[in-house]
């Protein structure tokens, strides 16, 4: 990680030379100013605003980055971080990035230097962008690796069997009869999406059965999305008589498009999620899902960035099965 050091050797001047400019604490002539103000630039150096922080007092800060803070898998996640953080003090920073590769990497630039860890649900960075701007900050993924694992020494990871699960929801619509089997994706190119892509293929495999690529949209893990996502589908000819959604919001969409085009759920087609947040049993009817449990990994994540930070050296990793849950959504279909 860069340092004032640096930067004082890159613009030949005194470190002392560069905390003035950093903190206009003693006049700097506007030659000197130019040419560590553009060192700065050049090495991308961040001041350590934690350490000045702490010196003063103040209350250490923890930062959870997660796609969409109103998805209620990662409000769940949320709470059990900050259940955990309380014990020790403290404060967590919730950063929502909407999917974005350029907001994760304005976060990571924005929070560098103030937080002591980060909680971080990635869809596009990978470990050159975190070593980039976090240095030696430890970091702690929650759900899939990134494609790209590199250099992990920072890094911990707890996770679910994302492929795992979505091969388990599918083969639960296979034995029930189901044939034409659609699928709403989640974002492409994410790793939790492909992950749940990948076990809906190999369902289908397995199986023997055709992969019908008409029956598989594309979407983002909305409400909405689910809802536009499910309307397409069942304009399909013929329409599929089982869907699986790649989360509970995508499929509580799915649900709503279903009554809003008359269709009877489960009678004229099935519908399975995955997370089993709290709504999903709550439903009409209630929703079959893969169960990923968010508060056990919201809480195992901030238990592992609490014993980096406290000095732990090793990175761990902690891996949680998914499980069918079989509520009154999914049922033969008709003629079966």
């Known amino acids: 990680m860069t340092t004032m050091r640096d930067v004082a050797e890159r613009a030949g001047?005194?470190?002392?030379?560069?905390?003035?400019?950093?903190?206009?604490?003693?006049?700097?002539?506007p030659e000197l100013r130019e040419r560590v103000l553009n060192a700065i630039e050049t090495l991308d150096y961040r001041p350590n605003k934690l350490a000045r922080a702490?010196?003063?007092?103040?209350?250490?800060?923890?930062?959870?980055?997660?796609?969409?803070?109103?998805?209620?898998?990662?409000?769940?996640?949320?709470?059990?971080?900050?259940?955990?953080?309380?014990?020790?003090?403290?404060?967590v920073i919730v950063c929502s990035?909407?999917?974005?590769?350029?907001?994760?990497?304005?976060?990571?630039?924005s929070l560098a230097g103030w937080v002591s860890g980060v909680i971080f649900h990635p869809y596009h960075v990978t470990h050159e962008h975190t070593n980039r701007h976090l240095g030696k900050v430890p970091v702690v993924i929650v759900g899939e690796f990134l494609s790209d694992e590199g250099d992990l020494v920072n890094w911990d990871h707890v996770g679910g069997d994302n492929q795992g699960g979505a091969r388990q929801a599918v083969e639960h619509l296979i034995d029930l009869g189901h044939r034409r089997i659609g699928f709403i994706q989640g974002p492409?190119?994410?790793?939790?999406?492909?992950?749940?892509?990948?076990?809906?293929?190999?369902?289908?495999?397995?199986?023997?059965?055709?992969?019908?690529?008409?029956?598989?949209?594309?979407?983002?893990?909305?409400?909405?999305?689910?809802?536009?996502?499910?309307?397409?589908?069942?304009?399909?000819?013929?329409?599929?008589?089982?869907?699986?959604?790649?989360?509970?919001?995508?499929?509580?969409?799915?649900?709503?498009?279903?009554?809003?085009?008359?269709?009877?759920?489960?009678?004229?087609?099935?519908?399975?999620?995955?997370?089993?947040i709290d709504e999903a049993v709550h439903t009409s009817p209630p929703l079959t899902t893969?169960?990923?449990?968010?508060?056990?990994?919201?809480?195992?994540?901030?238990?592992?960035?609490?014993?980096?930070?406290?000095?732990?050296?090793?990175?761990?990793?902690?891996?949680?099965?998914?499980?069918?849950?079989?509520?009154e959504s999914t049922a033969p279909p008709r003629g079966e």
């Open 54 to 91: 702490l010196s003063k007092k103040a209350i250490p800060l923890v930062a959870l980055i997660v796609p969409d803070i109103s998805n209620p898998y990662w409000s769940i996640v949320a709470r059990a971080v900050q259940d955990v953080t309380d014990g020790y003090r403290f404060s």
């Open 188 to 276: 492409a190119d994410t790793p939790t999406s492909e992950r749940r892509l990948a076990g809906f293929q190999q369902a289908l495999e397995l199986a023997g059965l055709v992969i019908d690529e008409r029956l598989l949209m594309v979407v983002d893990y909305t409400r909405e999305a689910g809802r536009q996502g499910m309307a397409a589908l069942l304009e399909a000819e013929p329409p599929p008589t089982a869907v699986f959604c790649a989360n509970d919001v995508i499929a509580l969409g799915a649900l709503e498009a279903a009554k809003e085009c008359g269709c009877d759920v489960p009678g004229d087609v099935s519908i399975v999620g995955f997370d089993d």
């Open 290 to 327: 893969i169960r990923q449990p968010p508060r056990r990994l919201g809480k195992a994540a901030a238990e592992m960035l609490m014993e980096r930070i406290e000095g732990r050296d090793e990175p761990r990793r902690i891996f949680y099965d998914s499980s069918l849950i079989v509520r």
């Open 13 to 29: 001047v005194s470190v002392a030379t560069v905390s003035h400019v950093i903190n206009d604490t003693q006049y700097v002539s």
């Open 97 to 109: 990035t909407d999917g974005l590769f350029e907001r994760e990497v304005r976060f990571l630039q």
